[in-house]
C-alpha cells in the first residue's frame, strides 16, 4: 500500500499512474479498501491504472531472468543505506547497457497476436477481426 502512496506523492502533477503487473490476486484496487479508509482507497484507485500480464506469457521470461540476474548479483545481501542499494542495482544496469547486451525476444509481435488473440477478444469487440 505504501508503495502506491509514494508513486502517487512522487508523481502529483500524473493523472493517471500506468501499472504493468502480474495476475496475482492481491494485484487489484479492493487492496486499497481492505488498508486504507473508503475516502483514502478512492482517492488512490482513481491515480492508477493497472495493466495485468497474461496468466501464460512466455514472453515475459525474459524479463524475469533479467531481474533474477540482478538479484543474484546485488539484492541477495544486507545493505545498509537507500544510496548503497541504488549504486548497487544501477551498476550491473549500467554494465550491461555500456556492453549494449541484449535482450533477443523469441515473442514477436505475429505470435503474440496468434497466442492472444482470445485475450484480444474479451478486451474489445472489434478485435474479432484480426
Known sequence: MRFFQQ?????PEAHKIRIVQD???THH???FYQHLTAHEAFALSQRFE????????SG???IEIEFSA????????????????AHEVLAPVQERHDK??????QFSIPSARTKLHSHYQRLHPANLAL
Open 100 to 105: 549494449r547486451i541484449p535482450i533477443t525476444w
Open 7 to 11: 508513486i502517487a506523492a512522487a508523481y
Open 70 to 85: 540482478l538479484a543474484c548479483q546485488c539484492l541477495h545481501r544486507h545493505i545498509l543505506t537507500q544510496e548503497a542499494l
Open 60 to 62: 515475459l521470461n525474459m
Open 29 to 31: 484496487f479492493s487492496s
Open 50 to 57: 493497472f495493466y495485468y500480464t497474461p496468466k501464460s506469457a
Open 23 to 25: 495476475n496475482l490476486n
